[in-house]
Each structure stands twice: as structure tokens, then as C-alpha cells.
């Protein structure tokens, strides 16, 4: 079955009638819509007659972490602006001082993929300790030091997305390793 999409066309016929509305204060009107990539097929054709007559003073914001996802013709009528991941020593330097140590900054940069914003957010859900919890049982689990079920039920309690980043770049480091190579979770090498 295909993918329910979050963003309804209702919601898109909302966004119209704002947009025909006239501003309090004869200013802008402007409309953000997040995950953009996420509206079904009748709310992006909505969206794409909207966008066609916008009128005066109307600005639209589309936030996309898949671009790619969103259909040609609206894109066309968009302006793009990409965001990159800061230079290391500039993210670094905007973390450190939010989470009280350099290291454990670099820490989560490294495992956010240099995302400083994501990498505060991990620490604020307090990711780190979490996740070596999670190492710790499943190095248990290889020396047979637990029971299967219980670390299920354990790991169960982490968000999935989470979990499976998790195994996927510990796998990755085991490789690494092997083949001598610097591994990105440094900070659970022991």
C-alpha cells in the first residue's frame, strides 16, 4: 500500500483561503509549509494553483528535506535555497558553550553527521547516554552476557530511526576498523 501522505489537500485549500485574505496591516502574508514533500497528490496540485495566482505581498516558505520528492512544476515556481552543514570548527564552536564540553560536542557532531542544530537536539533528549546504554546491551548480547528478550523489551523504548542509525554506523565501524580506518564513534571504541 502506498505511503499515507501527512499534508492534506483541505490543509493546501486552508493555505488558499489565507492567501486570498487581505492583510491586517496591508503587509506580507506569508505560509510555511514543513515537510513539504509529505503532501498527497491532490493537495500538491492545490498548492500548484495557488502558487500560480498568489497575489500581492504573498510569500510561500517550503521546507524539504527530500526536494527531489516535490513535483517538478512546483518547484518551478519556487525559488531554491539549500542549507549545508556549517564548517566543523564553526558548528563546533556554536555547540561546545550549549552543551558544557568541547568533547562531548564533538561527539554528537560526529554522529549527527556535523548537523549542529541535531546534534543540540540529541543532547538535549539526552541521545548520548542512551545510545551507550544500547552499545553496552548489545555487547552483552555477543558475549552472552543477557537475555534477548529483556534487551528487546529495552530497546523497544528507543525511537526506531534512532536505533537503526545506531546499528547501521556501528556496522560501519566494525568495517572500519578491520580496515584500519578513523571510525565515527569514537567515543564507545573501548
Not at 553527521?113 to 545510545?131: F, H, I, T
Amino acid at each position: 500500500l502506498p505511503k499515507k501522505k501527512n499534508i492534506s489537500i483541505d490543509q493546501i485549500r486552508a493555505v488558499g483561503d489565507f492567501m486570498n485574505k487581505q492583510a491586517q496591516l496591508s503587509g506580507y502574508r506569508c505560509v510555511v509549509i514543513a515537510n513539504a514533500e509529505q503532501m498527497s497528490e491532490s493537495a500538491a496540485n492545490a498548492l500548484l494553483k495557488v502558487l500560480e495566482e498568489p497575489g500581492e505581498q504573498s510569500l510561500f516558505v517550503l521546507v524539504s528535506h527530500s526536494a527531489g520528492s516535490l513535483k517538478p512544476t512546483i518547484k518551478s515556481r519556487c525559488q531554491m535555497i539549500r542549507f549545508v552543514v556549517p564548517p566543523s570548527a564553526q558548528a563546533l564552536q556554536w555547540l561546545a558553550p550549549l552543551v558544557n564540553s568541547s568533547e562531548q560536542a564533538q561527539t554528537l557532531l560526529n554522529l549527527s553527521g556535523g548537523a549542529p542544530v541535531a546534534a543540540k537536539e540529541a543532547q538535549q533528549w539526552r541521545w548520548l547516554d542512551q545510545r551507550e546504554v544500547i552499545a553496552k546491551q548489545l555487547l552483552a548480547l555477543r558475549l552472552r552476557q543477557a537475555e534477548e528478550l529483556m534487551v528487546a523489551n529495552t530497546w523497544q523504548s528507543v525511537p526506531p530511526l534512532d536505533l537503526l542509525l545506531w546499528l547501521y554506523n556501528w556496522t560501519l565501524d566494525c568495517l572500519k576498523l578491520s580496515q584500519g580506518l578513523v571510525i565515527v564513534n569514537q567515543d564507545l571504541a573501548p
